[in-house]
């Protein structure tokens, strides 16, 4: 998916124990955050298992190969981390807080900065939810 100011994508394929149902990527100023970031929010039905890990992430890539993950990592039902991951670098960098899982079937999430720095104005993205190391669904679904 070609991001921009805003983008989106609608997952037709059913999956368990979690459907990843839609997600929207909004790039731009947000409340509280130096520079543009950009938002992410995945919607999904079902819920994540009570034991194992779960992984929301959403990969971009620019038309040089830069590559940056976004992602946010429960284990056991418990936050255990939120992430970006610059390939270029070999680093991931811890974000203060978590993603919001205030509303149900809901998740949000921000790449700051320097993720979009590392991406550069034209990049292409797609989300992934991950149970126990296992892709189980995405966004946009696989050709």
């Known amino acids: ?26 790039v731009g100023k947000v409340a509280g955050r130096a520079g543009e970031s950009a938002q992410v929010t995945m919607t999904y039905t079902g819920g994540p298992p009570a034991t194992g890990t779960v ?10 190969g830069s590559t940056v993950q976004l992602g946010y990592k429960t284990l056991d039902g ?3 981390g939120y992430f970006y991951f610059l390939f270029a670098e070999g680093t991931q960098h811890n974000m203060d807080g978590f993603a919001d899982t205030d509303t149900p079937g809901e998740i949000g999430m921000i790449l700051p900065q320097a993720g979009l720095d590392a991406l550069g104005p034209v990049w292409w993205w797609s989300a992934a939810v991950n ?13």
């Open 1 to 26: 998916m070609l991001a921009g100011p805003q983008s989106s994508c609608t997952s037709s394929a059913a999956a368990a124990p979690i459907d990843l149902r839609t997600v929207e990527v909004k």
């Open 55 to 64: 992984l929301w992430s959403l990969l971009a890539t620019n038309p040089a």
């Open 78 to 80: 418990q936050k255990a």
């Open 131 to 143: 149970v126990d190391g296992l892709d189980i669904d995405f966004c946009p679904d696989p050709a």
